[in-house]
């Protein structure tokens, strides 16, 4: 059974796991926490040599990193992924655009903000910076999603799983989406959508 290296507060850990359920992929959690040291341990590292999740294991023992990767390996035959080459290929825009513009804000702000063990980093300064960066994301996400039910083409894709892991939590990192309208209703059809999983969620969870 696949095996996924998970920290399940992680918006990244989430993605894949949003998508293994929506594919009844079987898998098994093992979890892993970058706070209490456990991505440092040799073992760990032995397996991922960056020390973060998630991690993706295979039954053949081959590995895969990087949360938009595994999301691009698990759906490729899949309707999450599209075959015409254009839409592919504005699916990667926007998980290069999650990972460089939008994660690095909002989830770094969510994480500053509700992460004892990251306090330290609440300086003012700091946190406006982030705010700004975030909401400037946000802001493209809402030209697209403010005419538009979906990301890419008319489709659900995982370049909607990928934004929507950080974006619906979004909130917790002091980011008001009440100024997102396109947004909000994108993740209630995101939320809507049959299979979908809260950011919680776990196999073998009721």
């Known amino acids: 059974m696949i095996i996924l290296y998970s920290q399940q507060a992680s918006g990244n850990a989430y993605k ?21 040291g456990s991505t440092r341990n040799p073992d760990f590292l032995a397996k991922n040599p960056i020390g973060k999740v998630p991690l993706l294991e295979f039954d053949d023992g081959r590995r895969l990193a990087e949360s938009n990767a595994i999301l691009l390996h698990l759906a490729e035959g899949s309707r999450y992924l599209p075959e015409e080459k254009f839409n592919r290929a504005k699916v990667y825009e926007w998980l290069f655009f999650e990972q460089y513009s939008h994660e690095t804000a909002i989830a770094v702000r969510r994480s500053i903000l509700t992460a004892p063990e990251r306090a330290h980093l609440r300086t003012p300064e700091r946190l406006k910076q982030l705010l700004d960066a975030g909401n400037l994301a946000l802001g493209v996400m809402e030209r697209r999603l403010a005419s ?3 990301l890419v083409d008319n489709a659900y894709s995982v370049a909607d799983m990928a934004l929507y892991a950080y974006t619906h939590v979004a909130e917790e990192g002091g ?6 309208p396109g947004i909000r209703a994108w993740i209630e059809r995101v939320a809507a959508q049959p299979g979908h999983v809260p950011i919680g969620w776990r196999p073998g969870a009721a």
């Open 16 to 36: 894949p796991r949003l998508l293994m359920a929506l594919l009844g992929i079987p898998f098994r959690i093992v979890d892993v926490n970058t706070y209490d």
């Open 148 to 150: 538009a039910n979906w």
């Open 175 to 180: 980011f008001d989406l009440a100024r997102y």
